[in-house]
């Protein structure tokens, strides 16, 4: 079965199961601060594991986009990957614990769906502590469904407790299935509480009826909810008798074209880390670059992981020995095997290979040269070895940030150097130097904002009208990946950020503030109406697709000009905005452009 066919499967299942479909979200969480990327399918489900009425019901069932940052140093083994598809069904408030390990089993095991062997499948439920009591009735669940009592293992919260997403929300007690890697069938003793390296986990139930809150306390939630979440590739690896991840077909024609690319061979064991690396890598900055949200890379945030994703693939590259650019390559590889059950990436193509070729582009002029410089590093710890007979082992936080600053190496990417080397790297002080840096930059720039609430006054309703027509005219002149990445409107003036790579020309600018005093003069019509987010993705308004799902949104429609899902407020017709100025056109970040502009009293001659 291929990992397609098994996300349908899936979804077919839990839909006879009484269980609505829902999208995938966005990877980039946009309600949450206290993560950069979305972790799981639960992460954008929050409000309502709170107790929020979802408006597709209390049962639901997607796959999701997922990113793992912490994961990124297990890359190189069979199963880990940064990005990974994850299927999840629900039930808020609606099923608990023994149906949802009912589900499980019978899609796992029967004929009808999966067909796994029970006997190659062991368990572990939570062993119980301070906060919450051992999971007698997953147990008991479990022993009925068949599965012996050896192969039922009571592990701690490190092991057997989920959440939360953030730094606080919804969590529970788990119960988690594997499958085993060794030949034949496992032993009778061995269970993943005491041979955890022969036992590859696959799916995990959460019950949660739990919110921790910030100060560290455990709460029962008003709701009992269920949150599975079953890893698509690993699935597919079992399915199809693999031994890893990267050996299924979501990989490996990305393994072939690294193969043809730098002349090695994924089978020469010294190497197979940096294919994994490099494929793992650039799939998760395609689907950052290709997420409607779209972010490029910067030096701050999830910017930041997306540019060490991509810079230590190129350095992956280099090792294999291939020395030009060929993220691009890759990408359009990536693109080919997950387009049809990920449209956005092909619709965003052009951007995820631009983006990526400019990185890749920046990086390399500085690589070779921080190599050298990180050399020189090296010899002067022989050096000073030799002269004292002292030997130091660590790389100085000044050098580090010189390797940052000058010549572009994330901090992790020093630290990866080191370490093949037997050296460390003194962070604390890369981070006293950083600080320092931060400092220093940020003198005599303002950034911060007067205002922020929402304000209704007739200044800012004007504005917002503006901002629809800033957003559409741009899109005309610079290109559909002109997305909206940011807004601040004060009663004085807009400031809208959006994807873009370069700076507008003077005559960009023109065009762009001439089309929306075009559309102020012919005085057109502002309407809203209330719809279903299926509905306003029909009728083509512009909005975050990727990030919201089932509920009724508000879509507002300037004439024939503009349609975009919005919150409001809005004017009720053009001609109130008189006029209209952009007085700034700036970056923002990497590949994020900026724009101030302002409605003046009079319109333009
Ligand atoms: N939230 C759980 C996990 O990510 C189950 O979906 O493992």
């Not at 529970?172 to 041979?195: A, H, I, K, Q, V």
């Amino acid at each position: 079965m291929t990992a397609s066919e098994l996300k349908s499967t899936y979804l077919s299942f839990f839909k006879s199961k009484g269980h609505a479909i829902i999208k995938s979200a966005s990877l980039l969480p946009e309600n949450d601060p206290t993560v950069l990327f979305t972790t799981a399918g639960m992460h954008p489900l929050v409000p309502y594991l709170m107790g929020e009425k979802h408006p597709m019901g209390n049962r639901l069932a997607d796959v999701q986009k997922c990113i793992r940052t912490q994961d990124i140093d297990d890359v190189g083994d069979n199963s880990h990957t940064t990005f990974f598809e994850m299927l999840g069904n629900w039930s808020l408030g609606d099923y608990f614990k023994e149906d949802a390990i009912r589900f499980s089993h019978e899609f796992l095991t029967s004929k009808e769906w999966l067909g796994i062997d029970p006997k190659k499948l062991a368990v572990t439920v939570f062993a119980g502590d301070a906060d919450a009591p051992f999971d007698d009735e997953a147990k008991r669940v479990w022993l009925s469904l068949g599965i012996p009592e050896h192969k039922i293992a009571p592990l701690p919260k490190s092991d057997n407790w989920w959440g939360p997403a953030g730094l606080t929300g919804p969590c529970g007690p788990d119960t988690e299935m594997f499958y085993w890697l060794g030949d034949g069938y496992p032993p009778e003793s061995s269970n993943p509480g005491n041979d955890k390296k022969n036992w590859m986990e696959i799916w995990n139930d959460v019950f949660m009826q739990y919110n921790k809150n910030a100060d560290g306390t455990f709460t029962p939630l008003a709701q009992k909810n269920v949150d599975t979440g079953l890893g698509v590739e690993r699935v597919a690896c079992l399915l199809q008798g693999k031994k890893s991840v990267y050996d299924t077909e979501l990989f490996q024609p990305i393994i072939r074209e690294i193969e043809r690319l730098s002349g090695a061979s994924y089978s020469d064991t010294s190497k197979q880390t940096s294919f994994r690396v490099i494929a793992d890598h650039l799939r998760a900055a395609t689907f950052i670059l290709g997420d409607d949200r779209g972010l490029t890379p910067s030096n701050v945030d999830a910017g930041y992981i997306l540019r060490r994703y991509i810079r230590r693939s190129v350095r992956h590259g280099r090792l294999l020995g291939i020395n030009e650019p060929f993220c691009q390559v890759i990408a359009s590889c990536i693109i080919d095997i997950m387009q049809m059950d990920w449209p956005e990436l092909l619709a965003h193509k052009a951007f995820i290979l631009d983006e990526l070729n400019k990185e890749e582009e920046r990086f390399s002029n500085t690589l070779a040269q921080g190599l050298k410089e990180f050399e020189k590093l090296v010899n002067g710890l022989e050096i000073a070895f030799q002269k004292s007979g002292k030997r130091i082992t660590v790389i100085s936080g000044k050098n580090a940030f010189k390797l940052y600053d000058t010549y572009g190496f994330p901090l992790e990417m020093t630290e990866e150097l080191a370490k093949e080397r037997g050296l460390t790297v003194d962070t604390a002080e890369f981070k006293t130097a950083y600080e320092k840096h931060q400092e220093l930059s940020r003198q005599g720039a303002d950034a911060k904002f007067k205002g922020g609430l929402i304000d209704h006054s007739e200044e800012t309703t004007r504005l917002h009208t503006a901002t629809h027509l800033l957003h559409k005219a741009l899109k005309i002149v610079l290109g559909d990946h002109a997305n909206q990445k940011g807004s601040n409107i004060t009663a004085e003036r807009l400031r809208f950020d959006f994807t873009h790579g370069a700076k507008m020309s003077e005559d960009e600018v023109k065009r762009v503030e001439q089309i929306v005093n075009e559309q102020i003069a012919r005085g057109l019509d502002v309407v809203m109406q209330e719809m279903s987010f299926d509905e306003a993705k029909a009728a083509n308004a512009t909005g975050l697709f990727e990030s919201k799902y089932g509920e009724r949104v508000k879509v507002f429609t300037i004439g024939d000009f503009s349609k975009e899902i919005c919150g409001g407020p809005h004017v009720k017709n053009t001609r109130e905005l008189v006029g209209f100025k952009i007085q700034k056109e700036e970056s923002s970040s990497a590949g994020v452009r900026r724009i101030r502009a302002v409605l003046t009293p009079a319109a333009p001659k």
